[in-house]
């Protein structure tokens, strides 16, 4: 027994002089500093403590109308939602931004009735007012897939399509890498990863220039620019809970 206990003891001391050791020759790998912000992070219903919320159902006071920097005229609806006044122009935020993780919630309208296609619920989200990631009804409605919900408009196909009934509510949660330009040149190229109701639907693709309906894309320099929401013909979608998150590439 007294043989037992000493060789555990023996046992155990190098075990601990080997774990010392390791813990030792692991030090200059390890990192301490910078430490990372402390921030309040909830789920995607609410917004994290560090982000900058864009409309939380009360006013539009984030917002001007896109191309008159006037008062938007969409609606704010008794939900806490606001939904798109057609023919009234899109809006855009008062702040302008680089980089960010964008959440947005929106609705496609239920009314389907007699619209297909581009129609049904069009409108897009643009970051930097030029790079679309689109909205649409894509809920048993087929159009050209690189203009479907959740596509890099016109330049990427989404992975899958996990649209929701007409009606329901739908999140984007889109991280966007902006580009960076030297005067007119293009030094970085922009990347999006998009989820679509908690599913990957885009995953850093690399953006191939501003959003354009006809021909090819094309780079434009610029800096930071506001967010963009989209009025489109023909049937209104509305959306709720926006916030956005600054980030450094």
């Known amino acids: 027994m007294i043989m037992f206990i000493k060789k555990t003891t023996i046992l155990l001391f190098f075990f601990s002089f080997f774990l010392?050791?390791?813990?030792?020759?692991?030090?200059?790998?390890?990192?301490?500093?910078?430490?990372?912000?402390?921030?309040?992070?909830?789920?995607?219903?609410?917004?994290?403590?560090?982000?900058?919320?864009?409309?939380?159902?009360?006013?539009?006071?984030?917002?001007?109308?896109?191309?008159?920097?006037?008062?938007?005229?969409?609606?704010?609806?008794?939900?806490?939602?606001?939904?798109?006044?057609?023919?009234?122009?899109?809006?855009?935020?008062?702040?302008?931004?680089?980089?960010?993780?964008?959440?947005?919630?929106?609705?496609?309208?239920?009314?389907?009735?007699?619209?297909?296609?581009?129609?049904?619920?069009?409108?897009?989200?643009?970051?930097?007012?030029?790079?679309?990631?689109?909205?649409?009804?894509?809920?048993?409605?087929?159009?050209?897939?690189?203009g479907q919900t959740g596509s890099v408009y016109k330049q990427y196909i989404p992975l899958v399509n996990s649209s929701k009934k007409p009606g329901e509510w739908q999140s984007y949660d889109i991280i966007f890498n902006a580009p960076v330009f030297d005067k007119k040149n293009l030094i970085k190229p922009g990347y999006f990863t998009v989820f679509q109701n908690g599913v990957l639907i885009q995953n850093h693709v690399q953006i191939q220039g501003t959003t354009t309906n006809v021909g090819l894309p094309k780079h434009e320099a610029h800096g930071n620019a506001p967010l963009v929401l989209q009025d489109h013909c023909c049937l209104a979608v509305s959306y709720r809970n926006i916030w956005i998150r600054k980030i450094t590439d």
């Open 20 to 146: 010392s050791f390791c813990q030792n020759k692991s030090k200059p790998t390890e990192i301490w500093e910078p430490i990372p912000n402390k921030i309040d992070a909830y789920n995607f219903s609410i917004a994290p403590s560090d982000a900058v919320v864009l409309f939380d159902g009360k006013n539009f006071s984030s917002w001007v109308t896109q191309y008159s920097n006037q008062s938007p005229k969409w609606k704010i609806n008794k939900d806490g939602s606001m939904t798109v006044v057609n023919g009234t122009g899109g809006i855009k935020t008062k702040q302008s931004f680089g980089s960010v993780q964008l959440h947005i919630e929106w609705k496609t309208n239920e009314n389907v009735q007699n619209y297909t296609g581009q129609s049904r619920s069009n409108s897009g989200v643009f970051l930097q007012q030029k790079y679309e990631v689109q909205i649409l009804d894509s809920y048993e409605n087929p159009t050209y897939v690189n």
